[in-house]
């Protein structure tokens, strides 16, 4: 048995790295039903792993959609209880022509090793379950009791772990729920995320005709179903990014002034983040906003989608009569989702224009959730975080959402602490998708002090 946890940890790299490419190989892609599979085998792939761990009652929990994963270890009486969350699917790997290596062949190049699902979820999973791994080969028990409960669904909204969770919370009493599904602020400025924002994601439908009309016979008097969706859009929203929903920002809880003074103080730098992780030849949104304050604690609208009409090679001239538009509006703190629907359906009303009839449908839902950062597990993951990376935690905010947080917290009365190891250009949902494996390692250490540390404090 190894004398430390640094040395079992530097003696199995290359075992963990080998166990770490064979997750990855899994194309767990739950939006796609020819991929159920896969999604099955990495479930029972996680839950092996986890008893090689060390933990207990390792198990699939079955239901309407893909199986939780569900493990535990219940032998440290009077300390507090960590329960782990994470998720094994992943997004689709499309377009495939912009990888630079096959997505589900992992593919380490410099510090980075590339695959769909490195940084989302999978890597950042893996990496507390080493760290588990790694205490009980080192002193065969764990400081503190720990639950693992990981979903196949997070990529696709699914209900299956809300709707477990709403009948089986008082099976799972926790003190702290620990993620790992977010990212640090920047390489070597670890961050512990206090706010996420939520999401409505919604269909909007548009018809015109009864069917495709020909363009030279009925052009000038026909509605047009594409057409209507854009001017729909653009009514949404005006050209300098302000959202022209009636009522829209009415429940908005504004971040304090000592928070908006702490994202100030980081190391933000404006071109950097055009050039590095934009792309594009200017930045746009909300006038009146930082940056940091458009993405982390402002809400949204965008439109992801319109289909409609012919979009094939050559020229074919009708006139659509059906266009189909996939929005979503980020929601932040104070925000409730039925209103915002409710709000959205009103200004749909207002935009449809002559000639067209609408209809809108929800996709999927989640509600912002924000921890307080002055709980005593949050300043001690924040002190975990520093002494592990050469620059002090910040606590920061998310522009994404993860649904199952502010469940977890409601379900259970417990912060929710989510370390950041992902960085900001791991090309999260697009291709060549990777993780930087400096903070794989180091994420491990620092989830195994933060273990030990918590062990000290009263459950």
């Known amino acids: 048995m190894p004398s430390t ?37 990495a479930a029972e792939w996680l839950r092996s792993a986890l008893e090689r761990a060390g933990l207990e009652k390792a198990r699939l929990i079955e239901g309407e959609g893909h199986p939780l994963v569900a493990a535990e270890w219940l032998r ?40 769909r699902g490195a940084a989302d979820d999978k890597g950042p999973t893996f990496l507390w379950v080493k760290a588990i791994e790694a205490l009980m080969a080192t002193t065969g028990e764990l400081p503190v009791n720990v639950r693992v409960l990981c979903e196949g669904e997070e990529e696709t909204n699914g209900a299956h772990i809300g709707n477990w969770l709403e009948k089986h919370a008082a099976e799972i009493p926790s003190d702290a729920i620990v993620v790992c599904d977010t990212e640090m602020f920047a390489r070597d400025w670890p961050s512990i995320t206090v706010g996420l924002r939520g999401i409505v994601y919604v269909e909007i439908e548009v018809r015109g005709a009864r069917n495709d009309l020909h363009s030279g016979q009925y052009g000038g008097v026909a509605p047009n179903a594409v057409m209507a969706a854009a001017e729909i859009v653009t009514a949404l929203k005006d050209r300098d990014g302000r959202i022209r929903v009636n009522h829209f920002f009415d429940d908005v809880e504004a971040p304090s002034e000592e928070e908006l003074a702490q994202w100030a103080a980081l190391p933000f730098n404006e071109t950097e983040y055009l050039e590095n992780e934009v792309g594009s030849i200017a930045l746009t949104g909300e006038p009146g906003y ?53 709000r959205l359906e009103e200004a749909l009303k207002l935009a449809t224009p002559a000639g067209v009839v609408t ?101």
């Not at 940890?9 to 080998?18: S, Y």
């Not at 190989?25 to 939006?31: D, M, Y």
């Not at 947080?405 to 409601?410: A, E």
């Open 290 to 342: 930082s940056v940091l304050e458009r993405v982390w604690a402002r809400p949204t609208l965008e439109v992801h989608g319109i289909r409609g009409g012919y979009v094939g090679e050559g020229s074919k001239t009708v006139i659509p009569a059906k266009a189909t538009v996939k929005l979503s509006c980020r929601l932040v703190p104070g925000q409730i989702a039925g209103d915002i629907v409710r």
């Open 359 to 459: 209809s809108l449908t929800v996709l999927g839902s989640a509600p912002a959730s924000l921890v307080d950062p002055s709980h005593p597990y949050l300043q001690l993951a924040l002190q975990t975080m520093s002494g592990h990376f050469p620059n002090p935690a910040s606590f920061i905010r998310c522009g994404g959402a993860i649904p199952i947080v502010g469940k977890f917290q409601s379900a259970l009365r417990a912060p929710c602490i989510l370390f950041g190891f992902g960085l900001p250009d791991d090309n999260l949902h697009a291709p060549n998708e990777k993780f930087y494996m400096p903070n794989f390692w180091r994420g491990i250490h620092v989830i195994a002090d933060y273990l030990r540390r918590l062990a000290d404090r009263p459950s």
């Open 5 to 41: 946890l640094a040395s079992h940890v530097e003696e199995n790299r290359q075992r963990t790295l080998e166990e770490l490419k064979a997750f990855l190989r899994i194309p767990s892609i739950s939006a796609q039903p020819e991929h159920d599979a896969d999604v099955r085998e």
């Open 76 to 115: 440290a009486p009077g300390k507090p209880t960590v329960l782990f969350y994470g998720h094994y699917d992943v997004q689709p790997p499309d377009p495939l022509d912009e990888w630079l290596s096959a997505p589900f062949e992992p593919e380490l190049r410099g510090e980075n090793l590339y695959a």
